[in-house]
Nanobody, 116 residues
């Protein structure tokens, strides 16, 4: 199993920044093939923000390219999402995701609200 715990969400003004963290734990940590961040805004479907494969390759949604950055600390089993130049449309619950060969895991989500 893999457990994922997000943190770092909050209220920020347009143009501001936040950093989200996702700490991974569990017996299948060494089976993780990719990790990523998704978000779900009110009344909308969950969408991919960015994911990173085991070899470090990243894929970003067009809406966040140039503004968001994903990084990881393997020693701490933690991935991060740096959110810059935030817009009101970035308001959503942000979820951490991990994939092994056979299973998919989700965190509980952290709320990001962009408002003046």
């Amino acid at each position: 199993q893999v457990q994922l715990v997000e943190s770092g969400g909050g209220l920020v003004q347009p143009g501001g920044s936040l950093r989200l963290s996702c700490a991974a734990s569990g017996s299948l940590l060494n089976r993780i093939q990719a990790m990523g961040w998704y978000r779900q805004a009110p009344g909308k479907q969950r969408e991919m923000v960015v994911y990173m494969t085991k070899d470090g390759s990243q894929n970003f949604a067009d809406s966040v390219k140039g503004r968001f950055a994903m990084s990881r600390d393997d020693a701490a089993s933690t991935v991060y999402l740096q959110l810059n130049s935030l817009k009101s449309e970035d308001t959503a619950v942000y979820y951490c995701n991990a994939n092994t060969d056979h299973s998919e895991y989700w965190g509980q989500g952290t709320q990001v609200t962009v408002s003046a």
